[in-house]
């Protein structure tokens, strides 16, 4: 899915809610192991056997999920407030996504 991504590159919008983007800093070798890592780990949450497999599983998505700079410390330094999961138009970004043509907007509303 082709969802709309802000101007400035932090967010994506998906089910109606901003979620934050890959640090692009982010050395590619890195980014690759860290996108492995969390797909292996995914795999692990669908597949789990009982719930302390299934909580192992999680912490090693989020961990993935953190080396890629998707939660933790935000990874932009100009000292703005992370917006994730926020929906746009409560954001900085409602004149945005306003904007955008419909189908834009109801592919990030999917």
């Known amino acids: 899915m082709n969802y709309p991504r802000t101007p ?3 967010y994506f ?3 109606g809610r901003l979620w934050r983007r890959c640090d692009p800093a982010l050395p ?3 980014r ?3 996108v492995r890592a ?3 780990a995914r795999r692990a949450v669908r597949d789990a056997a009982g719930d302390d497999e299934r909580r192992a599983a999680r912490r090693d ?3 993935a999920k953190r080396a890629l700079g998707e939660r933790g410390p ?3 330094r100009d000292g703005a407030r992370d917006w994730t999961r926020f929906a746009p138009k409560n954001t900085p970004y409602a004149d945005w996504f306003a904007g955008l043509p419909q189908a834009e907007r109801e592919a990030g509303e999917a």
């Open 8 to 10: 400035d590159g932090r």
């Open 13 to 15: 919008v998906a089910r």
């Open 28 to 30: 590619e070798p890195e």
């Open 32 to 34: 690759e192991a860290a």
């Open 38 to 40: 969390l797909m292996t």
């Open 61 to 63: 998505v989020d961990a």
């Open 74 to 76: 935000v990874w932009w």
